[in-house]
T-cell receptor
């Protein structure tokens, strides 16, 4: 089962900020939050990730609440090309190997409107 | 910079036929490699992962197998395809750090249809 909960769909006006929420109330202390987006028929594209501090890069900002039970991805100036399915993912360690896996939910379908 | 290649992009196969999907990574060494499958309208499900040559771990029982004959090559195979094997198959890689928080980077996938 997915460890995250996201709204199934959202609309955003072009040029405005898109704020995509995610709940991850069962997150463990060493688990990171990752955001990806997937445009139809393509592989998921990495956006940003964080542990407990807010993060910003050239694509987006990630705000994680102090209790780490939820986060928000912010696209500061949405464009039509940002229309995609956005996945919020909490990593799960694969302890026998030292690596980890992603547990995907169904994501949020963001539609940017002209 | 690192790149990941998957082929073919689309594939149509009859039930009972064999399968071989290939994934290669360039620009990095000793990556972690992953195979995922995405059913229509759903999120991705991890099928296999590999932390080194010849080291394969399976996450779900199924009709598929994986192999890693070279450091940057990951192959997904089946001896006899089932209708339920249809889907979008994605390969991913991640770098190695002591804390395992390196993000995974995905290829463009192979859309497999079984007739």
């Amino acid at each position: 089962d997915a460890k995250t909960t996201q709204p199934p769909s959202m609309d955003c006006a072009e040029g405005r900020a898109a704020n995509l929420p995610c709940n991850h109330s069962t997150i463990s202390g060493n688990e990171y939050v990752y955001w990806y987006r997937q445009i139809h028929s393509q592989g998921p594209q990495y956006i940003i990730h964080g542990l407990k501090n807010n993060e910003t890069n050239e694509m987006a900002s990630l705000i994680i609440t102090e209790d780490r039970k939820s986060s928000t991805l912010i696209l500061p100036h949405a464009t039509l090309r940002d229309t995609a399915v956005y996945y919020c993912i909490v990593s799960a360690p694969l302890f026998t190997s030292g690596t980890y896996k992603y547990i995907f939910g169904t994501g949020t379908r963001l539609k940017v409107l002209a | 910079s690192q790149t990941i290649h998957q082929w073919p992009a689309t594939l149509v196969q009859p039930v009972g036929s064999p399968l071989s999907l290939e994934c290669t990574v360039e620009g990095t060494s000793n990556p972690n490699l992953y195979w995922y499958r995405q059913a229509a309208g759903r999120g991705l499900q991890l099928l296999f992962y590999s932390v080194g040559i010849g080291q394969i771990s399976s996450e779900v029982p199924q009709n598929l197998s994986a192999s890693r004959p070279q450091d940057r090559q990951f192959i997904l195979s089946s001896k006899k395809l089932l209708l339920s094997d249809s889907g979008f198959y994605l390969c991913a890689w991640s770098g190695r750090t002591p804390y395992s928080n390196q993000p995974q980077h995905f290829g463009d996938g192979t859309r497999l249809s079984i007739l």
